[in-house]
């Protein structure tokens, strides 16, 4: 038979409804010594987590510890390898005392110097397109014997303790991580987390057993697991059905996942998990490109983009519209988008570039990548063609790379009009944010706007409730709809693809949308 399960928290990624069978993820009967094969189209950039702000967070999040996390269930930051809290009213003094004996998988001892060290080499070899962007409010990490670190930061940050929950931010072994530079990418991680890394083939596979001297919060329910990196989700989806692997996460197509749906002999014993993620998808505008320096280009993009077109072409029910860079269940969210410029119009796009002396079709280049996002990428990217070009103001060319050569050309700004997903690193409107904004950001194009990153921002990280933030992030998107930097496509809806007999996949998303893969595991019985 086919299950369908749906995960519906948007926030939390926590609820779940079952909307077929019965008791098929109970935790109660299952087989904790047996390995599982996964697999993923979305493949590591790197091993070395000074250099990510990517999915290679799949990955780190197993065989990492960070000192705080996000287990199951939780919205806000829990003890993973160490208990922390703020020590002061003002949210800039944020304390961590370790666990005790925590060793890493090579054996040698984590203690506070390790995670400083991990830290302060985020910040000192600041890789471009790498994590140090997150540590802007932190002024300097100071040690108190074996096992406490305290981070004193430069100004009021409410929103620090989810960032030290990133993967990002995961503690590495002094002894084999230089201070000063990443480590040479030599298939190998020494971390402390769940799981140990055994063997690693760029590209292919990645061998992850029980790490035995694991100390944290999370509970193994398998006896270790087989990653498989696809190119193509069709391969992928293939495997999944001759029963080469027992689940996917993170590549599948629209029409994979209707097709998984469907009645037939090749969906016999496998099931569906479906979250109201709060992963995005938007396209990135080069201010410094002459293509889209001028804003009544960008603002008559904005004018003729039909997202109700998009989705249902392209997705088929598996994304909705997004008018806002802050998605749905997360605090403050708008369709700031929407309410300014209503719907898709030919003549308000063309009275946009007209008032701007702007008589001739304009040309521009389109790029996207081929690996990152799953194979639907492409006919997004050919559908956003065909809108902008039936209305006779554009004439788009659309360019497609690999990952690895992608992010170094948009870092390095080649490209005038580019596509990014966005899968948060913490549930709050701070992430869907900040990343963007400022000279050093995420996207590798400056991003100036002194109100949102002088102002809000600094406003919002002094209020430790985030649920009292909503006026500050509200008036940062309206900023963003002004200066159209970024436009909003879609929101996604994550899906997990398992066999019958597979457990654990409605816990195994937690609220950054990291596998957590110690989670999964196969029934003794069915």
């Known amino acids: 038979m086919f299950n369908r399960t749906s995960l519906q928290a948007a926030a939390a990624l926590v609820s779940i409804s079952l909307v077929t069978g019965c008791g098929v993820f109970s935790d109660s009967e299952s087989t904790g010594d047996q390995r599982l094969v996964i697999g993923t189209t979305s493949s590591p950039s790197t ?7 990517d999915n290679s967070w799949e990955l780190f999040r197993n065989v990492f510890q960070t000192l705080v996390s996000f287990p199951t269930g939780s919205t806000t930051p829990q003890s993973d390898a160490a208990d922390c809290k703020f020590t002061d009213t003002a949210s800039r003094v944020f304390e961590c005392k370790l666990i005790d004996g925590l060793r890493f998988s090579n054996g040698h001892t984590l203690d506070a110097r390790a995670v400083q060290y991990s ?15 997150m540590l802007g409010s932190l002024d300097k990490i100071e040690t108190v014997g074996d096992r406490t670190i305290v981070f004193r930061l430069n100004k009021p940050d409410a929103t620090f303790p989810f960032i030290l929950a990133t993967p990002a931010m995961s503690i590495v072994d002094p002894a084999e991580y230089p201070a000063d530079r990443l480590r040479p990418q030599d298939g190998k991680i020494a971390g402390s987390g769940p799981y140990v890394l055994d063997a690693y083939t760029e590209g292919e596979s990645a061998e992850l057993t029980k790490n035995s001297t694991y100390k944290g919060f999370a509970g193994l329910k398998n006896g270790g697991v087989t990653i498989k990196y696809f190119k193509e989700s069709e391969a992928m ?18 029409e994979e996942v209707i097709s998984l749906q469907d009645d037939r002999p090749e969906n016999q014993d496998l099931q569906l998990v479906e979250s109201t993620g709060t992963d995005i998808r938007y396209l990135v505008f080069n201010a410094q490109d002459p293509s889209v320096a001028k804003l009544p280009v960008r603002k008559a993009i904005a004018q003729l983009v039909d997202r109700d077109e998009l989705v249902s072409r392209v997705y088929q029910g598996t994304a909705e519209p997004l008018y806002s860079m802050v998605p749905k269940g997360i605090a403050a969210h708008t369709t700031k988008f929407f309410d300014r410029f209503g719907m898709p119009s030919v003549e308000k796009a063309t009275e ?20 990152r996002y799953g194979s639907s990428t492409a006919a997004e990217f050919k559908e956003l063609k065909r809108q902008l070009e039936e209305s006779g103001l554009f004439q788009v060319t659309v360019q497609g790379k690999p990952w690895v050569e992608y992010q170094a050309a948009y870092q390095k700004g080649e490209y005038p009009v580019f596509g990014r997903g966005w899968f948060p690193d913490f549930p709050d409107p701070d992430n869907f944010v900040a990343p963007f904004v400022g000279k050093e950001n995420v996207l590798g194009t400056p991003y100036l706007s002194p109100q949102i990153t002088d102002v809000l921002l600094p406003k919002s990280r002094r209020q430790s409730d985030r ?15 002004q200066d159209v930097r970024l436009l909003p496509l879609w929101q ?7 066999r019958e007999d597979i457990g654990g996949g409605e816990r195994a998303l937690d609220p950054q949308t990291v596998m957590q893969l110690w989670e999964l595991h196969r029934r003794a019985s069915w």
């Open 47 to 53: 091993l070395d987590p000074a250099a990510s702000w």
């Open 119 to 133: 830290i302060e080499r985020i910040r000192t070899i600041d890789h471009k397109g790498g994590p140090n962007g």
């Open 237 to 254: 989806v293939t495997a999944l059905r001759k029963k080469e692997i027992d689940a996917t996460y993170r590549g599948l197509t629209a």
């Open 352 to 371: 946009i570039l007209r008032d701007a002396g702007i008589d001739e079709p304009v040309k521009l280049t389109f790029w996207y990548t081929t690996d």
């Open 467 to 481: 649920g009292t933030v909503t006026d500050e992030f509200v008036a940062a998107q309206e900023i963003m709809v």
């Open 492 to 498: 996604g809806k994550l899906y997990i693809a398992a």
